[in-house]
């Protein structure tokens, strides 16, 4: 959900807003978006990425994040403010990391759809991911018991790497050694 189109707000007047509020809201380029509270299922798939990815960079370079965090995109070819808060992003560009919040380009993101948000995730932010360089974008749908995973190509195109649906191992190409039982993933 978002404000309507014409309605776009400042950067100052969007962290107005979300101080007086305790709804979950993304920012991009002056329009506000509105995430849904997560369901238990999406807190529960949350958790056990995050403990493996975790355990995984433990004393490695990469780092991973949960939300609400947020990241704010950037890089060198695209223009405006574009603040995120995807459900797990794995930071290996540790200078980006600010206080509150991080500024560039993750390696990887994960995002757990929720039927209000469908098409918000499965459509708006894989392109946007692909257009600031995310080299690895998993969509995992509770719904349907499917994790999809897009990746870079050579022409900085997402192409979907890897789909599985109630069972089977999904492997990162981004993070060596981050691969997941999806069966467990949907307990």
């Known amino acids: 959900m978002s404000l309507p189109e014409e309605k776009r707000i400042s950067l100052d007047e969007f962290y107005r ?55 704010e995109l950037k890089n060198e070819q695209m223009e405006g403010t574009k603040i995120v808060i995807p459900d797990l992003t794995v930071i290996c560009d540790k200078m980006g990391l600010l206080e509150n919040k991080y500024v560039g380009t993750p390696a ?26 995310v080299k690895e974008y998993w969509i995992v749908n509770p719904l349907l018991n499917t994790i999809q995973v897009y990746v870079l190509d050579e022409n900085n195109k997402y192409r979907l790497n890897d789909i599985a649906k109630d069972k089977g191992t999904i492997k990162s190409i981004a993070i060596h050694h981050f691969n997941v039982d999806v069966e467990k993933v949907f307990l």
């Open 17 to 71: 807003i979300r101080e007086d509020s305790e709804q979950l809201m993304e920012y991009i380029d002056g329009v506000v978006f509105m995430s849904p509270s997560p369901s238990t299922k999406h807190q529960r798939i949350s958790g056990r990425l995050h403990a493996r990815l975790f355990q995984l960079l433990d004393g490695t370079d990469c780092e991973v994040f949960h939300a609400p965090f947020d990241i």
């Open 108 to 133: 990887l993101i994960i995002e757990i759809i929720s039927p209000s948000n469908q098409s918000h995730d499965l459509v708006f932010k894989l392109n946007l991911y692909m257009q600031y360089g």
